[in-house]
């Protein structure tokens, strides 16, 4: 679920190109294992279609994205090297840097696109330095069965950093309030609608309604909506983030544009932050598959 000039767009690809989409430079694939869709402001992944599915894209994306410098809404952002207000590793002398952290608005560079078993891995990184110690990369994969998304953390300072994170990926759905997410029974989560209140999940998760909660878990889960099954894995995560606005969706999206995505998150928060010493590495990874019937 794509805006229709992104679509367009694809339409007109063959095989892999660079082009300009909403004023940023996106690169664009459409080949015989699928389609994927980049943007390098953030280096956001916006949309994957393998051939594998026949029910539409993953990845939902907002029908009326900012202008620059705004950030888009959809796709996988990248919270990095903090996430919400887990500002750890925030170096402003207040605390006051953007929301999320700077990776998601910054310009990243495409440093090398390798085709391999029927599919392609992309690696880039940022264009300018983002913190003082910390240096992010990122690797997606695609083929025609799944999507992988990495976010390498490298620590080339002299002192230790805690830092947060998310890969917070807007996944398409045909309605997020007729949704259940498998996996996540007798988990432990934070509920940000009550101020970070302590449940345990009793049974699968349904939504109904705005949500917003972080649970306590590595488990791999599966977001059904009716019309398709889809595997969420994460790496180096013990936080799941499962968000939906409800009936108050944010300011760049119209309620009924809202109700086709469900944001179901590999992050690291205040639950399992990470203390990267120097000389150190972390990955933080999300793994997209479609469950086929058996």
């Not at 013990?238 to 109700?259: F, K, M, N, Y």
Request: hydrophobic residues 40%.
């Amino acid at each position: 679920m794509i805006p229709d000039s992104l679509r367009q767009l694809l339409d007109a690809t063959q095989g892999q190109r660079r082009t300009q989409w909403q004023g940023r430079e996106v690169w664009l694939a459409n080949e015989a294992w699928g389609e994927l869709a980049l943007s390098l402001q953030g280096a956001q992944v916006l949309h994957f279609r393998p051939t594998a599915s026949d029910s539409g894209g993953w990845l939902w994306v907002t029908p009326t994205p900012q202008a620059l410098p705004g950030a888009i809404r959809g796709g996988i952002p990248l919270c990095w090297p903090w996430f919400a207000d887990e500002r750890y590793a925030d170096e402003s002398e207040d605390h006051s840097g953007p929301f999320h952290g700077p990776a998601r608005k910054a310009d990243w560079r495409l440093d090398a696109v390798d085709e391999h078993e029927g599919g392609i891995e992309l690696h880039l990184s940022p264009e300018s330095r983002l913190h003082s110690q910390l240096s992010p990369r990122l690797l997606v994969q695609a083929n025609a069965n799944r999507l992988h998304v990495e976010l390498i953390t490298e620590h080339t300072g002299e002192t230790p950093v805690k830092l947060s994170g998310a890969l917070h990926s807007y996944l398409a759905v045909s309605d997020a309030q007729a949704c259940r997410v498998e996996g996540l029974a007798g988990a432990r989560y934070l509920d940000k609608h009550r101020d970070f209140a302590e449940a345990d999940q009793q049974g699968e998760l349904g939504v109904r309604g705005a949500l917003d909660r972080i649970y306590h878990t590595n488990a791999e889960l599966t977001l059904d909506d009716g019309h398709r099954r889809l595997r969420i894995a994460r790496q180096g995560s013990d936080s799941a983030v499962v968000w939906h606005p409800g009936e108050a969706p944010p300011e760049d999206t119209a309620a009924e544009a809202a109700r086709h995505f469900l944001c179901v998150e590999a992050a690291n928060t205040r639950l399992d932050p990470v203390w990267l010493v120097p000389g150190a590495q972390h990955l933080l990874g999300t793994t997209l598959s479609l469950e086929l019937p058996a």
